[in-house]
């Protein structure tokens, strides 16, 4: 008979089935796009980075998050591989034999290697308990390179800069060290359970002394940490919300702080207690402790604070309060930047038209063109070309046949949702950029009611890189791009080069696109630009700052760039209050929680390269010189900016917002604020669309989220401020500025009063400076809102306006924005009117209101000639039409006939004289529209619409006779 060694086995080819291949495979496959793609996208980050010149900043966010990974990993082995080694010194030598059932049968299942999956545990804990402590860079760079404020809180004493760069980092450390001992507390009991450290000889367990020992320094340990995380805590309590205002208010620097200093005592009091019972193996005291320490931590810390608040503070809380008031007060100027705001008086008198004439200049600089409205206008007359669009009209300000004047300014950017060609090619190698600016005065209008349209001539004015543009391009291939102004590929080098076959392989798999290696059209020269969205841009190489949510183009150096209002910003200034509830654009970076906000870097991105530049702009800035430590090289000394560049830096519109809001109440004087004597409003914004009746007081809400007995305004809309050239009441010097006006403090929003408006200069010379212009007379001028509704229900007014909005043809009108107008020594509101057709706005009517009255021509000269008896100046906001305005724009985006000066003009034609039958038609429709204005002025709406129909008959058949 056979032995089983002369049997036949099968080899080890045959034993491999097509299922183990597939499943094999399809392991292999799974490792490759999950890890596979982690390790590409690092790769390709690491390219991207070098392509910038700022692989400094990309190591260096590495550098940080490793060495906390590395430190809080080796911090828990450290702490559990000592904790089980001294529970395994501590074993019995022999195994006793009354253990838990559950015990024995570990010892059953792992035997010899239930050591090794003690420390495996341990290990995979600590992995666990590292990788979040990795997300903490942005903490621990700050820490590590912390710097002084010029200011101490008032209450311990302490540098700003501990609660800004120290603190965050320290109460993380604190809290993980805690769940980290806990944790090695568990595993520790874990293994004297299983070394058999608990017998189970009765129904009270027997605890070895070792045991009790090793798990007795634990929890003292324990209680020490918490010890010093109560200590912590207690500046934490700066910017606590329960008093009147943000910080330590008067509950708690009297019950809060005092309760924490108890629990101090008492944690270290339990952990000495818990020490005492190595020497005296007697646990009754710290159990004691332990109890009385959760009965404080009740009743000190939660159930006190709430008594005395209610019962002490409450009954007596403008005087409890009006210390740490004043801190709040003082601290949340210095934190906003609104502490050395100037103050100027200002009176207005009635004006005359030769008041008027001898003062048009601020008239002229009206802006009638809103960015807002005007963008479907833009878009149909200049963004009308297959694969660019028009997405944002921004403000700003530009050399106009010898002037300087306030333009709406837009970038024609790529679009590939409207691209001709959708292929892989089309989107990625033919349709690759978006093509030049289209600017025009904000403060005149053609002949046609269209913006004066100019093109800057420009020498790379293709948009490789801009707000709204999406995926990856491949430049310099075989194929050529859309052109641009007459110019042709690529010729940058802020892309990767596709170099080799490794790297496109590379990119395919980090983008999960085939294309990139099969394509035979890419080149060995050809380069990858992605991240090509400014703000993707901007957030990977500086994600620690805020930025603002409104990049706007500029022409510098016969390219464009964009400009980005970037933020640094905390919530954790002691006693200033956090932003809140301010009405902030739909799009901010900044968080509601802070409270100290500094516009101190200009971001830049060259549309072109895609090269970044960071421009420090406020070095004073503790934050960013702390940012400038970990970054040497990250940030460019704001003195480089060029001078070309300078000239069209903005204020920011968020930060402006938020400082305007919290000035309205912080600029009284403290012992004032609780009364809100003196407090004022930001103005309440009239709308945009015609209103049937005034605002009325809506909800109250608080705007600092803070107090519900802080006495606030209603949440109705606030004045949304707006960039203007003003005129500086000082130095008589035109000044390109933001402006938001403000009202008289008042719950239900009844006082509509104009009480102040502040101005921040965004000009190179006098950047960032505020000045608050205060109303000083009696009785207060009308504000904007009242302004408004009165311009509205005028009786002259408001039938043309009803006239202009037709619901069957869905004819809406809009309004601009209601700009008030230091003329000479009075003030004038004025406030285009717009008609929306098909969604495309139009420019068609002015409203001019003075001393309670107001006016709505066609132009600014003829309402200012019915205001102003006797006015006989020349504003000139309406200009002869150029030659290529009314065909729209040409298709080709790099149509050279759009220059940068408005084209020629043939003198007009003489008018024409209509006589004879046509001439008597116009006479009678004339009659008959002023008799329908007299029926309507007497309520008679009937005879109002007979007229008007009768009008309307009158005037098709002077069409008829005209067209004959």
């Not at 009354?98 to 239930?114: A, D, K």
């Not at 999956?117 to 700050?142: D, F, K, V």
């Not at 069957?808 to 000479?824: C, L, N, R, S, Y």
Request: aromatic content about 10%.
């Amino acid at each position: 008979m056979a032995s089983d060694t002369d049997v036949p086995r099968p080899g080890f080819r045959s034993r491999i089935t097509g299922r183990a291949i597939l499943i094999a495979l399809g392991a292999l496959l799974f490792v490759v796009v999950v890890f596979g793609r982690a390790i590409a996208n690092f790769y390709v980050s690491a390219l991207w980075h070098d392509a910038l010149g700022r692989s400094d900043v990309f190591w260096g966010q590495i550098g940080a998050k490793v060495t906390l990974f590395v430190m809080f990993l080796l911090i828990f082995l450290v702490m559990a591989f000592v904790n089980l080694w001294f529970a395994d010194r501590a074993a019995p030598t022999e195994f006793p034999a009354n253990v838990h059932p559950y015990v024995e049968r570990f010892h059953e299942v792992f035997g010899h290697r239930l050591r090794l999956l003690r420390y495996g545990t341990a290990l995979i804990l600590a992995l666990m308990l590292a990788l979040p402590a990795a997300s903490r860079w942005q903490e621990w760079l700050l820490f590590r390179n912390s710097k002084s404020f010029p200011d101490s809180d008032p209450q311990f004493g302490v540098n700003v800069g501990f609660y800004v760069f120290e603190l965050p980092f320290l109460t993380f450390a604190i809290d993980w060290l805690f769940a980290a001992l806990v944790i090695v507390l568990i595993l520790t009991i874990a293994a004297h359970l299983l070394n058999g450290g608990v017998l189970f000889t009765s129904a009270t367990p027997t605890v070895r002394s070792s045991t009790k020992v090793h798990v007795a320094v634990l929890l003292a340990i324990l209680a020490a940490v918490k010890a010093g995380d109560y200590w912590l805590s207690r500046y934490e309590l700066t910017n606590d919300t329960r008093g009147f205002v943000q910080g330590a208010t008067y509950t708690v620097v009297n019950a809060q702080i005092p309760a924490l200093m108890l629990l101090v005592l008492i944690a270290l009091t339990t952990s000495v207690l818990f020490l005492s019972t190595i020497r005296f193996d007697r646990w009754r005291l710290p159990i004691v402790a332990s109890g009385l320490w959760l009965v404080v931590l009740i009743g000190g810390a939660v159930i006190y604070p709430a008594l005395v608040q209610s019962l002490v503070v409450q009954p007596n809380q403008e005087e409890r309060e009006s210390v740490y008031i004043a801190r709040n007060v003082e601290a949340t100027r210095a934190a906003m930047g609104i502490a050395d705001v100037e103050t100027v008086p200002i009176e207005f008198q009635r004006l005359t038209a030769t008041d008027v004439e001898s003062d048009l200049e601020p008239i002229r600089n009206v802006r009638l063109l809103n960015p807002t409205q005007m963008l479907p206008r833009f878009s149909f007359d200049r963004g009308e070309v297959a694969g660019l669009k028009i997405d944002d009209l921004d403000v700003d300000r530009y050399e106009l046949d010898g002037d300087v004047e306030q333009v709406l300014v837009t970038a024609r950017e790529l679009d590939l949702n409207n691209i001709p060609n959708k292929s892989w090619q089309g989107e990625h190698l033919v349709s690759t950029r978006g093509c030049g600016l289209v600017l025009a005065s904000a403060s005149q209008v053609t002949e046609a009611d269209r913006p004066d349209y100019r093109t800057p001539e420009l020498d790379r004015p293709q948009l490789y890189f801009s707000p709204s543009i999406s995926g990856y391009a491949i430049v310099g291939t075989e194929v050529s791009e859309t052109p641009c102004g007459g110019t042709g590929q690529y010729e940058g080098d802020a892309g990767v080069e596709m170099s080799s076959f490794f790297r496109r392989a590379v990119f395919a798999l980090g983008f999960l696109d085939y294309n990139i290696v099969g394509s035979g059209a890419i080149e060995s020269d050809s380069q990858i630009l992605w991240n090509r969205s400014v703000e993707d841009r901007l957030e990977t190489l500086a994600p620690f700052l805020d930025y603002d949510g409104d990049p706007y183009p500029v022409a510098v150096d016969g390219g464009v760039v964009w400009v980005v209002d970037a933020y640094t910003s905390t919530g954790r200034y002691p006693y200033a209050q956090r932003i809140g509830d301010v009405q902030l654009s739909r799009e901010t970076g900044l968080s509601s929680s802070d409270n100290y906000v500094r516009n101190s870097v200009k971001a830049t991105v060259d549309a072109y390269t895609g090269e970044v530049t960071f421009y420090a702009i406020e070095d004073e800035d503790p934050i960013l010189q702390a940012w400038s430590s970990a970054f040497p090289d990250l940030f460019t000394p704001g003195d480089e900016m060029p001078d070309e560049l300078r000239e069209h830096l903005r204020y920011p519109e968020d930060l402006f917002r938020i400082q305007t809001d919290l000035y309205s109440k912080y600029q009284i004087a403290p012992q004032n604020f609780f009364q809100r004597i003196g407090a004022w409003s930001v103005a309440q914004a009239p709308s945009v669309d015609r209103r049937e009746s005034t605002v009325t007081a809506a909800t109250a809400s608080d705007p600092t989220n803070v107090q519900t007995e802080f006495a606030s305004e209603s949440d109705a809309e606030r004045f949304i401020p707006y960039y203007t050239m003003f005129r500086d009441e000082e130095t008589g010097e035109e000044e390109f500025v933001i402006l938001r006006p403000f009202v008289p403090f008042s719950t239900d929003d009844r006082r509509t009063e104009l009480q102040a408006y502040m101005t921040a200069s965004s000009d190179p010379d006098t950047y960032g400076e505020m000045t608050t212009y205060v109303v000083e007379q009696d009785p207060l001028p009308a504000g904007p809102l009242r302004v408004a509704d009165q311009a509205e229900s005028d009786s002259d007014i408001s039938p043309e306006l009803s006239l202009l909005a037709n619901d069957e043809t869905g004819t809406q009108v809009k309004f601009g924005d209601m700009q008030p107008i230091p003329v000479a020594d009075g003030l004038v509101y004025i406030r285009p009117v717009y008609v929306v057709a098909s969604d495309v706005t139009e420019f068609r009517l002015v409203i001019v209101s003075h001393n309670n009255r107001s006016v709505m021509e066609e132009t600014l000269d003829a309402a200012l000639a019915r205001l102003f008896p006797g006015y006989e100046g020349e504003v000139g906001e309406r200009i002869p039409d150029p030659d290529d305005v009314g065909d729209g724009d040409s298709d080709d985006p790099g149509d050279d006939s759009e220059t940068g000066e408005p084209a020629d003009t043939d003198e007009p034609d003489e008018p024409s004289v209509i006589t004879g039958d046509a001439a008597e038609l116009v006479s009678q429709a004339e009659a008959l529209y002023n008799e329908a204005q007299d029926l309507l002025r007497d309520g008679d709406l009937g005879g109002y619409q007979q007229k008007i129909d009768q009008m309307g008959e009158v005037l098709a058949a002077l069409a008829a006779e005209l067209d004959s």
